[in-house]
């Protein structure tokens, strides 16, 4: 069969390889899975870089642990008229060592779903992880028939079935969204009220803005930035990432304002483990939008600093560089 497989953690253009590999055999109480579409999520592309200090756990891995497909072999003690059933599969690489990203894969029986004729191969394939980890977070704590239910990042994978699992138990759902642009795409059958969520909008700070036209202002500054850095947990996060490489451009794009810098910080760290990046830079920040007043602030002190008329680092940092 045609795989993608890793017998080494790392980035994925180091370890990744695709090639043939020979046909898994279901064994007892297993089917095996003829996959159409594979389900990636973070956690497959956090065990192969080894976040957070994960070893191998198998020799090789395939990675993925949802998919949707059909099923094309049983073994004993699975009923035979399972074959051609059309089945979502969760945790294929849940403790076990090969997953989705194959055209075939085995699993336990109970693990392959029955999917609708009426719902796609790209649905089946996200009701793994993010499905299971949406109906936990809903119903941990009992029913919510008759009870208010807010839901953060209701237009991502988890966010948006939590959303539809609480409206179909009979609660009220209330969502937030990132930018005021995407309350447009709430659906309103299933959430009740949408608020824009934005690192100034949503909190108030009795902080005034950081300014940098001082050396003491540029001080403080930079020791923000130090303490942030203490607490970011990126793979290949360095000393002075912040602090040197990116004091300007995190000045501008927050304009001081400390609620804009923890709102570009937080997502441009959420963007740097999805793509597997593992580090905060110019680029993958430029791919970041942050909140509102920030972005309409940032042009006029932006071009301040690339032109060398303002900066960020006091003079003992500029000195040691």
């Given at each position: 069969m045609l795989a993608?497989?890793?017998?080494?953690?790392?980035?994925?253009a180091d370890v990744l390889h695709v090639g043939?590999?020979?046909?898994?055999?279901?064994?007892?109480?297993e089917v095996r899975v003829r996959v159409t579409v594979s389900g990636v999520n973070p956690g497959d592309t956090k065990k192969r870089r080894g976040w957070l200090g994960s070893s191998m756990p198998y020799p090789r891995v395939i990675p993925h642990s949802d998919a949707a497909g059909v099923i094309d072999a049983v073994g004993a003690q699975v009923d035979v008229h399972r074959v051609g059933q059309r089945v979502w599969v969760y945790g294929a690489q849940s403790y076990r060592p090969f997953g989705t990203a194959a055209q075939y894969t085995v699993i336990p029986d109970h693990q392959a779903a029955p999917l609708p004729d009426h719902l796609s191969d790209e649905l089946g394939a996200s009701l793994g992880i993010p499905g299971i980890t949406a109906h936990r977070t809903v119903f941990a704590d009992g029913p919510v028939d008759g009870q208010l239910v807010l839901v953060h990042g209701v237009l991502g994978g988890v966010g948006s079935l939590a959303a539809q699992l609480a409206h179909r138990a009979g609660a009220t759902v209330l969502a937030t969204v990132r930018r005021t642009a995407d309350l447009d795409r709430v659906d309103p059958a299933v959430v009740s009220h949408a608020f824009a969520q934005t690192g100034r909008r949503t909190t108030r700070l009795d902080v005034p803005p950081f300014t940098i036209d001082s050396e003491q202002g540029r001080r403080h500054w930079r020791q923000l930035l130090l303490a942030l850095e203490q607490r970011i947990v990126l793979i290949d996060a360095y000393p002075g990432m912040l602090a040197d490489d990116l004091s300007d451009y995190l000045f501008a794009r927050s304009t001081g304002h400390i609620g804009s810098l923890m709102t570009l910080v937080n997502r441009g760290c959420q963007r740097a483990q999805r793509t597997g990046a593992e580090r905060l830079t110019r680029d993958l920040l430029a791919q970041v939008r942050n909140d509102e007043a920030a972005e309409h602030a940032r042009t006029e002190l932006e071009y301040?600093?690339?032109?060398?008329?303002?900066?960020?680092?006091?003079?003992?940092?500029r000195a040691a560089r």
């Open positions: 993608s497989w890793y017998d080494d953690q790392g980035p994925a043939e590999l020979p046909d898994p055999v279901p064994g007892p109480g301040a600093l690339q032109a060398g008329k303002a900066t960020s680092r006091p003079r003992s940092a």
